[in-house]
């Protein structure tokens, strides 16, 4: 069992840089930690991932070269560095967890990102 509580969100005009954080408690060594976001009126989409053993990332075509995911292995605590915050990023912004080759099973309450023009 894995708990997750995000943290960091806010309000940030455009171009500016947010930091979230995502607390994960239980068995996560092996677990592939993500950031997915959810804008209002559409559906939850992938924004990046990180493999806690190998360190492996993945990200979206849409933050790639503006979001960095980071790992503070003392903290148990997966990172979404946001740069060049645009106002399309505006979303609320959970953090998943899963198991390899199963589904996003864990998932944290979501923290509200909002990027004004």
């Known amino acids: 069992q894995v708990q997750l509580v995000e943290s960091g969100g806010g309000l940030v005009q455009a171009g500016a840089s947010l930091r979230l954080s995502c607390a994960a408690s239980?068995?996560?060594?092996?677990?592939?930690m993500g950031w997915f976001r959810q804008a209002p009126g559409k559906g939850r989409e992938f924004v990046a991932s990180?493999?806690?053993?190998?360190?492996?990332?993945a990200y979206a075509d849409s933050v790639k070269g503006r979001f960095t995911i980071s790992r503070d292995n003392a903290k148990k605590t997966v990172y979404l560095q946001m740069n060049s915050l645009k106002p399309d990023d505006t979303a609320v912004y959970y953090c998943?967890?899963?198991?390899?080759?199963?589904?996003?099973?864990?998932w944290g309450q979501g923290t509200q990102v909002t990027v004004s023009s």
């Open positions: 998943a967890a899963k198991s390899p080759g199963a589904g996003w099973d864990f």
């Open positions: 239980g068995r996560t060594f092996y677990y592939v």
């Open positions: 990180f493999t806690w053993n190998t360190g492996s990332t």
